[in-house]
């Protein structure tokens, strides 16, 4: 079946360092590419979504490509703030748009 | 404009227990979601219901019923509580688009 696999965590980084936090999926068809991000006590939010191969998602100077060839979804942001901090997942949605498959989630750890 | 409303937030419970959360959105969507979120494991879905008057199984649906009351409610009841279920319970909503509206979340520990 479908599955979504990314970078154990904790990342802690500095602020204003680079940010990479890997995403590989194994799915049928052609799905539809997600991040989402979830601040202490709350519910997640999507950060950004590629819905085909070679789209660019971007928000908040995140941003990720849909590359099918490697089956990846990979995070970046070039420079970190305090405010990042926060667990992150990358998911997909199959094809029929029902239900989406979520990775186990990264913590990202921002220090001053 | 609420989105994604979830009741209670904290709940206790004993073993053998019974309790419903209770989940409602406004933005006329069509799907609706229940998960579990424990520690390192992500998100599995529990249950979920593509349209009014549908439900259907996800990944860990043992110990779990639902119902869609209409197309604003989807309520997740556990009949008899044990401990395997303390978790962070969370609804979401999505529409054509598949992105995905999370309320935020119930916090439930069975004792």
């Known amino acids: 079946g479908d599955s979504v696999t990314q970078m154990e965590g904790p990342v802690t980084l500095s602020e204003e360092a680079f940010l990479t936090i890997n995403c590989t999926y194994t799915a049928t068809g052609y799905p539809s590419l997600f991040w989402y991000v979830q601040y202490p006590g709350e519910g997640l939010q999507l950060l950004l979504k590629?819905?085909?191969?070679?789209d660019k998602g971007s928000n908040k100077g995140f941003e990720a490509t849909y590359r099918k060839e490697t089956t990846s979804f990979h995070l970046e942001k070039g420079s970190v703030q305090v405010s990042d901090s926060a667990v992150y997942f990358c998911a997909l949605t199959d094809t029929g748009g029902f239900k989406t498959i979520f990775g186990a989630g990264t913590r990202l750890f921002v220090k001053a | 404009n609420a989105g994604v409303t979830q009741t209670p937030k904290f709940q206790v419970l004993k073993t053998g227990q019974s309790m419903t959360l209770q989940c409602a959105q406004d933005?006329?969507?069509?799907?609706m979601y229940w998960y579990r979120q424990d520690p390192g494991m992500g998100l599995r879905l529990i249950y979920y219901?593509?349209?009014?008057?549908?439900?259907d199984k996800g990944e860990v649906p043992n110990g779990y019923n639902v119902s869609r009351l209409n197309k604003r409610e989807f309520s997740l009841r556990l009949e008899s509580a044990a401990p395997s279920q303390t978790s962070v319970y969370f609804c979401a909503s999505s529409e054509s688009s598949a992105v995905q509206y999370f309320g935020p979340g119930t916090r439930l520990t069975v004792t």
């Open positions: 933005m006329n969507h069509n799907s």
């Open positions: 219901s593509a349209s009014e008057g549908t439900t």
């Open positions: 590629a819905t085909k191969a070679d």
